[in-house]
């Protein structure tokens, strides 16, 4: 297959901003492309069905063409001005004058079409009760919605529609703005929630960040002192003609310089090493962003305690490597699933074995990219292998990662 989209090959780390289009809306999700937001209109429109009733009013209830013309006039600007208050907001932000503007617009519509033409253009308050419940502050929000009510009720005894009509359209009308209010406080709290995974991140990466420069202190800085004071030491030593006692001090500069680097050489590398319970938590919020959902058991992290840093290591590269695979290239994938189990080989020997599926579309006949090259010398540097191929009955792409479960033996016991 010559589109990348459609290979299933590893290059890198997981974009998380770079998503399929879904047909599935987030609340509260920003809307970022012209794509998303033709999505969330979509699914806007939808509710559109109330309309029916003053559209088949229209039609079939004996208006003369002056009032076909004001009705069918009034419906489309309605519809236009409903749009409009979700483009604003999810493009643009809150614009408040333009909002409660629009806002202003349908109440009035829906009153003067409704003593004009009929009851059955009462439905669009309903839709006017969704509105003014999106554009009031949450702490008013349930009382304009009961004031959106009696003023659907008060427009049909004015109009003279039938008790039956009113309180059915009553009722609606509330239920729906309460419904909506609701969702704003959700919205407003998976916001929160964002903001403030964002802010943990963020800390997490300055601790880490700390921790290093705290690490390169207490390891260079003794070191560096030694370094200098034994350098001038040894400058005396040779202005004084003690040559021997002076390739003393060298010699030992030397060592202290060498250790020094392997220090530095350690830190960073613990530093730089992905452990596992972190590459679960970003590889869920990668597939998240690509709208995958991730299956994995709570205790996946704490399978293996005892695994060393290598091995455990080498695990976290395959977990975010297959994250990374599928968030790109996992074409129609909805589930990742991950999986840990043990093996045993016939010498004998035990292997911690970490599975990572998807249900896509598979990798078809496309070769092995970089990445899965790289891991699978990764995994080899530990004494591990890497297993890829299709998922269960064909479909999607599975990674088998394996290294082996070294334990320490305890010592035997001489018999008295």
């Known amino acids: 297959m010559s589109d990348a989209r459609r290979t299933h090959r590893t290059d890198g780390q997981p974009e998380v901003g770079v998503a399929r289009v879904s047909l599935i809306n987030v609340p509260g999700s920003p809307i970022e492309t012209r794509r998303q937001l033709m999505v969330k209109v979509s699914w806007m429109l939808l509710w559109m069905v109330y309309l029916a009733y003053p559209v088949n009013d229209l039609l079939h209830g004996g208006h003369d063409v002056l009032g076909q013309v004001l009705g069918w006039v009034s419906l489309a600007v309605f519809l236009v001005g409903y749009v409009l208050l979700v483009v604003y907001r999810s493009m643009t932000g809150m614009r408040p004058r333009e909002c409660r503007a629009i806002v202003a ?25 969704v509105c003014v419940a999106v554009i009031v502050p949450v702490r008013y ?142 590889a869920r919020t990668a597939l998240a962003a690509a709208q995958i959902r991730l299956e994995a058991a709570p205790e996946l992290v704490d399978t293996w305690p005892s695994l060393a840093n290598e091995e455990a290591g080498a695990l976290a590269w395959a977990l975010r490597e297959a994250v990374t695979n599928i968030v790109r290239h996992g074409e129609g994938a909805a589930v990742c699933t991950v999986r840990a189990d043990e093996s045993w080989e016939p010498s004998g020997e035990r292997y911690a074995v970490l599975e990572i599926t998807d249900d896509g579309r598979g990798p078809g006949k496309s070769q092995p990219g970089n990445g899965l090259s790289g891991l699978e010398e990764r995994l080899a540097l530990v004494g591990g292998r890497l297993e890829t191929g299709p998922g269960a009955r064909g479909r999607g792409f599975r990674l088998r990662a394996s290294v082996p479960l070294r334990t320490v033996s305890a010592p035997a016991v001489n018999p008295l």
């Open 141 to 282: 929000a349930l009382g304009s919605v009961l004031g959106m009510a009696a003023l659907t009720a008060a427009t049909g005894l004015v109009g003279g529609a039938g008790s039956d009509t009113i309180a059915t359209l009553t009722l609606t009308s509330f239920l729906s703005g309460a419904a909506m209010t609701g969702m704003q406080r959700l919205v407003a709290t998976m916001k929160e929630l964002r903001e403030a995974r964002a802010a943990v991140a963020h800390l997490a990466a300055s601790e880490e960040r700390l921790r290093l420069a705290r690490d390169l202190h207490d390891l260079l800085g003794h070191s560096l002192s030694l370094i200098t004071l034994k350098s001038e030491l040894a400058g005396r030593f040779m202005d004084a003609g003690k040559d021997e006692a002076a390739r003393a001090q060298v010699a030992d500069i030397e060592q202290v310089a060498r250790q020094s680097l392997i220090d530095v050489r350690e830190a960073v590398t613990g530093f730089r090493r992905p452990t596992l319970p972190v590459e679960l938590a970003a």
């Open 105 to 129: 617009m349908m109440v009035t519509l829906a009153i003067s079409t409704s003593l004009t033409l009929g009851e059955s253009f009462l439905t669009l308050f309903t839709y006017a009760s």
